[in-house]
T-cell receptor
Framework: SQTIHQWPATLVQPVGSPLSLECTVE??????LYWYRQAAGRGLQLLFY??????ISSEVPQNLSASRPQDRQFILSSKKLLLSDSGFYLC??????????FGPGTRLTVL | KNEVEQSPQNLTAQEGEFITINCSYS?????LHWLQQHPGGGIVSLFM???GKKKHGRLIATINIQEKHSSLHITASHPRDSAVYIC????????????FGKGTKLSVKP
């Protein structure tokens, strides 16, 4: 069966520090991968999605970036965090045309 | 631009009540998703449907493509059903990324 992992589960970082969140999927190949953010009191927002290795599409301009160095690994990064980057970050996978499966999420607090 | 509207935003029910959550969207879609987000933040996909009705246990999802409307029903609600229920659709009819409604926060009291 397929599983999706995210780490860390929680993170507290100072403004201006770098960020690296990792997501890995097991039990499937060639998945579509997604990074979403849920800011406090707001709905889910798509940040990045990827249909293959090194193929990343960005949905919103921001100081975040994403990379997919391996088929089942998706990384969300920032060189300098902003206060507005605080939120709940969710990774998800799917095969095109089918339902999405979400990871457990990372709660990021930028102070 | 595809927009997704959910109602109500908040819903409080007594255990055993029948629950209905509504979702409307603005453009044609290929499928609609219903998700459940628990208080800890984890999200579970409940349904993906493109026509008619789907049932899973006490949960029923219906969709009317012509009216661009979907409903999620919970029969015999239970406190463990307390969660945020989110409707999502693919933008522009694509099958990939999703646009989400703001969610309906359901609280079922014992």
């Amino acid at each position: 069966s397929q599983t999706i992992h995210q780490w860390p589960a929680t993170l507290v970082q100072p403004v201006g520090s770098p960020l690296s969140l990792e997501c890995t999927v097991e039990g499937t190949s060639n998945p579509n991968l997604y990074w979403y953010r849920q800011a406090a009191g707001r709905g889910l927002q798509l940040l990045f999605y990827s249909i293959g290795i090194d193929q990343i599409s960005s949905e919103v301009p921001q100081n975040l970036s994403a990379s997919r160095p391996q088929d089942r690994q998706f990384i969300l990064s920032s060189k300098k965090l902003l206060l507005s980057d605080s939120g709940f970050y969710l990774c998800a996978w799917s095969h095109s045309g089918y339902e999405q499966f979400f990871g457990p999420g990372t709660r990021l607090t930028v102070l | 631009k595809n927009e997704v509207e959910q109602s109500p935003q908040n819903l409080t029910a007594q255990e055993g009540e029948f629950i209905t959550i509504n979702c409307s969207y603005s453009v044609g879609i290929s499928a609609l998703h219903w998700l459940q987000q628990h208080p800890g933040g984890g999200i579970v996909s409940l349904f993906m449907l493109s026509s008619g009705k789907k049932k899973h246990g006490r949960l029923i999802a219906t969709i009317n493509i012509q009216e661009k409307h979907s409903s999620l029903h919970i029969t015999a609600s239970h406190p463990r059903d307390s969660a945020v229920y989110i409707c999502a659709v693919p933008p522009g009819g694509s099958q990939g990324n999703l646009i989400f409604g703001k969610g309906t926060k359901l609280s079922v009291k014992p």
